[in-house]
């Protein structure tokens, strides 16, 4: 059973670069059974995906943020982080790393396993 | 993107009755060659991250109770939980993966 803990700074100052990593256990991160991604929620309001990490290395971003976005993972400490450049109040959230499973036969299914998140302000 | 808009924002339902929440994308999730809708249904409640309730639009998660059930195909999809409990109250999220990811808004389901 797969478990995730969201870690990084809560607090962020206006243009600055959020950074948050997100540490696997249970698993290996190498596993090409499972591929990795980042969700953030705003206080109040609905669920928004920032992207995802496969196994090959490819990553998906939403478009909305793809141009402020990195997602990378570090496979000697078990870990994929999230890197979002010149950050606005507006990218106060909880932000959730989770994981899904990648199968060759019908790909990558939905996000079954998540962090229990953490709140990160942008604020000065 | 895939677009996906739910209906209701909210609904208030008494206990035991049955609840219904429908989910609609802006274009078609089912993948043809293999028949499965990449379609889910999540359960959040406050200070807890998402669950996943449902996936390929209508198989149960492992430990879900039998109340909560999914259904249609294509770019119409509901949730229904056929008995409401009050460990039920949260909000439910419909989430595509056909393509990249998108959230629908999300209902918020309360006792009547």
């Known amino acids: 059973q797969l478990q995730l803990q969201e870690s990084g700074p809560g607090l962020v100052k206006p243009s600055e670069t959020l950074s948050l990593t997100c540490t696997v256990s249970?698993?290996?991160?190498?596993?090409?059974?499972?591929?990795w991604g980042w969700i953030r929620q705003p206080p109040g309001k609905g669920l928004e995906w920032i992207g995802s990490i496969f196994h090959s290395g490819s990553t998906y971003y939403n478009p909305s943020l793809k141009s402020r976005v990195t997602i990378s993972v570090d496979t000697s400490k078990n870990q994929f982080s999230l890197k979002l450049s010149s950050v606005t109040a507006t990218d106060t959230a909880v932000y959730y790393c989770a994981s899904g499973g990648d199968d060759s036969s019908w790909g990558a299914g939905p996000f079954d396993y998540w962090g229990q998140g953490t709140l990160v302000t942008v604020s000065s | 993107d895939i677009v996906m808009t739910q209906s209701p924002d909210s609904l208030a339902v008494s206990l035991g009755e049955r609840a219904t929440i429908n989910c609609k994308s802006s274009q078609s999730v089912l993948y043809s060659s293999s028949t499965k809708n990449y379609l889910a249904w999540y359960q959040q409640k406050p200070g807890q991250p998402p669950k996943l309730l449902i996936y390929?639009?209508?198989t149960r998660e492992s430990g879900v109770p039998d109340r909560f059930s999914g259904s249609g195909s294509g770019t119409d999809f509901t949730l229904t939980i056929s008995s409401l409990q009050a460990e039920d109250v949260a909000v439910y999220y419909c989430?595509?993966?056909?393509?990249?990811?998108?959230f629908g808004q999300g209902t918020k389901v309360e006792i009547k």
């Open positions: 390929w639009a209508s």
């Open positions: 989430q595509q993966y056909y393509s990249t990811r998108t």
């Open positions: 249970g698993g290996s991160i190498s596993s090409s059974s499972y591929y």
